[in-house]
């Protein structure tokens, strides 16, 4: 590994997510150990005073049946054991009659007790051994007979249990630690991997694969939702370089003809002998060629301005069915030169608020497209009415209809298909139908079959507030 690499593992997010995770991990045991020390120590401290309390009560109960004699017999017996007490009997004036000091009360200076003024209410005296770290503990009573009766205890066995305690704790929480910050790491390396597929596959797109896709780690949580839709978003920016190319291919094919054309043109005014007539229809051809390259341009910047929102749309209320006549006026001569009869069948209050033109170039290509792929003595029908919520329009033919490779592709820019390429066309009128409907708020669809003709269904909002408030 680098320097360079070294010296960027703390700025990395694993290392921090680690970092927090081994810090929080720490902290928590630490609290959890403090806590468990501070109730075990209460714990131990209250039993040793209600072991201090139970003895002296025994012993006082012990004096006033047996006397002084009794008390020194049982406080003997006492001191063999593992963690004795101390008794001491003492006279009113606090100077002492008997008294039993335990092996473990080393350091305990006696005259400091004799010192101490018992006629306060103090229940519970706290001495420190000189010696060592050693704290003595002493409750005290008074006699019927006015002595004075005290048992004691000292905290080493207490203390004995807490370092034990503490010397287990040193050991767990070396081991916790190292369990925190593995842990920490595993966690670490376990979420972020989602993160590192991610940066792989957006370094694998960088380098030119288009295809690359990122592994779904099925989690169930937001970064399984994250790969998700970064693999749909590849998908989406993968279909669309691949429609720009397939356009552009097609552009670069459709400008090829009309670019040659002119050239052609040109030379052959240009070779020709200063005839004036030819230079006349030269240019005329010029000028038609001219025209279509023109033709497609402009529609391929309406189609764009339709799909990005900005195309400029002069909306009016119109009554539907009037458009519709006077569109099909415009193509009843074309239709009569093919053979083919025209029908409508149109409701009546099939209003609109749409821009007239932008419609009827929609019906117009429809139109045209339906004269254009029927044969001699075919028929083109044109139905709209209301629906549920939309105004319909069915333009239906029984030409050529379409293929089902090629229906789902019909509504791209510049597609046409291999029965569609025998026909003068630029392939961007049915492009520019959805661009139109859809900027108007509605919608497009198509059935169709080969040799059963196709219908066309256009879904436009009917003229009401919802609808001019959504458009």
Not at 126 to 148: M, P, R, V, Y
Not at 397 to 405: A, F, L, N, R
Request: hydrophobic fraction near 40%.
């Amino acid at each position: 590994m680098s320097l360079w690499s070294l010296k960027n593992i703390p700025k990395t997010l694993s290392f921090r997510l680690t970092l927090w995770y081994f810090v929080i991990f720490s902290l928590s045991s630490l609290v959890l150990f403090g806590l468990t020390y501070i109730f075990l120590y209460s714990s131990l401290r209250e039993y040793d005073r209600n072991m201090i309390q139970t003895k002296l009560e025994e012993f006082s109960i012990l004096y006033e049946t047996g006397g002084i004699e009794d008390i020194e017999k049982d406080a003997t017996a006492e001191a063999d054991k593992k963690d004795p007490f101390l008794v001491r009997l003492a006279s009113d004036k606090n100077e002492t009659l008997f008294v039993n000091l335990p092996p473990n009360f080393s350091g305990f200076d006696l005259n400091e007790l004799e010192k101490i003024d018992l006629s306060n209410d103090e229940k519970l005296i706290i001495l420190q051994s000189k010696t060592n770290k050693t704290t003595f503990e002493i409750a005290t009573t008074e006699l019927l007979d006015g002595n004075i009766l005290q048992v004691g205890k000292s905290n080493m066995e207490r203390e004995r249990i807490l370092n034990h305690f503490r010397e287990i704790f040193t050991i767990v929480i070396f081991a916790l630690i190292m369990l925190g910050f593995g842990g920490g790491t595993f966690f670490a390396i376990r979420a972020l991997r989602p993160i590192r597929n991610l940066t792989q596959t957006v370094q694998s797109i960088v380098t030119g694969k288009m295809g690359a896709h990122v592994p779904i780690p099925r989690t169930g949580d937001e970064l399984d939702e994250l790969v998700r839709l970064f693999n749909e978003m590849l998908e989406k920016i993968e279909s669309l370089i691949t429609g720009m190319k397939s356009s552009l291919d097609n552009v670069a094919h459709d400008l090829r003809t009309p670019m040659a054309r002119l050239r052609a043109e040109a030379e052959i005014a240009l070779q020709s002998c200063e005839d004036i007539n030819l230079y006349k229809e030269a240019l005329i051809e010029c000028v038609e060629e001219s025209d279509q390259i023109l033709r497609m341009l402009n529609t391929l910047m309406d189609i764009s301005e339709a799909e990005t929102g900005t195309m400029k749309l002069d909306l009016k209320v119109v009554d539907f069915s009037k458009i519709i006549d006077e569109t099909i006026e415009l193509y009843l001569y074309l239709a009569e030169e093919k053979n083919i009869k025209i029908e409508k069948n149109t409701t009546e209050n099939l209003f609109l608020m749409v821009d007239p033109n932008r419609i009827k170039q929609v019906i117009a290509n429809l139109l045209d497209n339906a004269i254009k792929y029927t044969p001699s003595g075919g028929m083109v029908h044109l139905k709209a009415y209301m629906g549920e919520e939309n105004v319909i329009l069915e333009v239906m033919d029984t030409g050529i209809g379409i293929s089902p490779e090629d229906l789902p592709k019909i509504w791209d820019r510049l597609f046409r298909g291999d029965k569609s390429r025998a026909q003068r066309g630029l392939g961007l009128g049915l492009s520019l139908v959805k661009a139109i409907v859809e900027a108007h708020g509605g919608r497009t669809e198509v059935k169709s079959e080969p040799h059963k003709g196709s219908t066309f269904i256009i879904h436009l909002p009917s003229y009401n507030r919802t609808s001019l408030h959504n458009i």
